[in-house]
T-cell receptor, first 113, second 117 residues
Framework: AQTVTQSQPEMSVQEAETVTLSCTYD???????LFWYKQPPSRQMILVIR??????QNATENRFSVNFQKAAKSFSLKISDSQLGDTAMYFC??????????FGAGTILRVKS | EPEVTQTPSHQVTQMGQEVILRCVPI?????FYWYRQILGQKVEFLVS????????KSEIFDDQFSVERPDGSNFTLKIRSTKLEDSAMYFC???????????????FGPGTRLLVL
């Protein structure tokens, strides 16, 4: 079974600075997807970024980028130019093709002004 | 932009009562999911549904739970006899595997907050 580990329960960052959230996973699959979802206080689950395991290039979405290390089974999220609206719980998630999402325990990110 | 919707946003019920949580997935999506999140905990998979049948279910999804797609748009989760430990946020998600949206991405609804007293 797949597992996802987020080792940082809480992080904080000053507005406009950069922060990196860590995620590791365990799987024997070769083809899969990895995701970061954001959950603000409203508890809505919002997709931040997606990475296909077969792609070597790291995914980027505006201020959000990932560092995907397939051999190390590591998938970290970098948030540049942090904004107050980035304050949320961030979940890393693994998905085998056509299957369910397996979530990590989450990291609470607080952006301070 | 198309989105997944869920009703109600909040539901309070008495232990032992039946509840039905409703979801309208994105219209061209074919795969549907229910997840739940107990307060302060991680999001857990309950069940996936494709082609009018359950494709996978977790050990949480016992005989008290059922899912249905009664018409072409709604996707429901029924809890037959609620327990205190069913109190959680329930999320519906849908995906369009292989579709033009990029496929394999699950889009979540806003959730239904269920409180069992």
């Amino acid at each position: 079974a797949q597992t996802v580990t987020q080792s940082q329960p809480e992080m904080s960052v000053q507005e406009a600075e950069t922060v990196t959230l860590s995620c590791t996973y365990d799987t024997s699959e070769n083809n899969y997807y990895l995701f970061w979802y954001k959950q603000p206080p409203s508890r809505q689950m919002i997709l931040v970024i997606r990475q296909e395991a077969y792609k070597q290039q790291n995914a980027t979405e505006n201020r959000f980028s990932v560092n995907f290390q397939k051999a190390a089974k590591s998938f970290s999220l970098k948030i540049s130019d942090s904004q107050l609206g980035d304050t949320a719980m961030y979940f890393c998630a693994f998905m085998k093709y056509g299957n369910k999402l397996v979530f990590g325990a989450g990291t609470i990110l607080r952006v301070k002004s | 932009e198309p989105e997944v919707t869920q009703t109600p946003s909040h539901q309070v019920t008495q232990m032992g009562q039946e509840v039905i949580l409703r979801c309208v997935p994105i219209s061209n999506h074919l795969y549907f999911y229910w997840y739940r999140q107990i307060l302060g905990q991680k999001v857990e998979f309950l069940v996936s549904f494709y082609n009018n049948e359950i494709s996978e279910k977790s050990e949480i999804f016992d005989d008290q739970f059922s899912v249905e797609r009664p018409d072409g748009s709604n996707f429901t989760l029924k809890i037959r006899s609620t327990k205190l430990e069913d109190s959680a946020m329930y999320f519906c998600a849908s995906s369009d595997i292989g579709g033009p949206s990029g496929g394999e991405t699950q889009y979540f609804g806003p959730g239904t907050r269920l409180l069992v007293l």
